[in-house]
């Protein structure tokens, strides 16, 4: 698990996409997959991802 102290609350799809070394096809799957499990919120025309709710959804999935 990562410390969560110094990372951001939100992040951008393609940050996440580094963050958890998948392709954007990958992530964009998760999120589907995920449903409302995982929080977004659009400010402007960027999408915004819960990034504590990834990281949760991930580990309950084994990942």
């Given at each position: 698990m990562?410390?969560?102290t110094q990372q951001p609350i939100y992040v951008r799809p393609k940050d996440a996409?580094?963050?958890f070394g998948v392709s954007?096809?990958?992530f964009h799957r998760w999120l589907k997959e995920a449903g409302p499990a995982i929080t977004s919120r659009k400010c402007g025309n960027i999408r915004l991802i819960r990034r504590e709710d990834l990281e949760n959804w991930?580990?309950?999935r084994g990942q």
């Open positions: 990562t410390d969560r996409e580094k963050m954007r096809t990958t991930l580990e309950a």
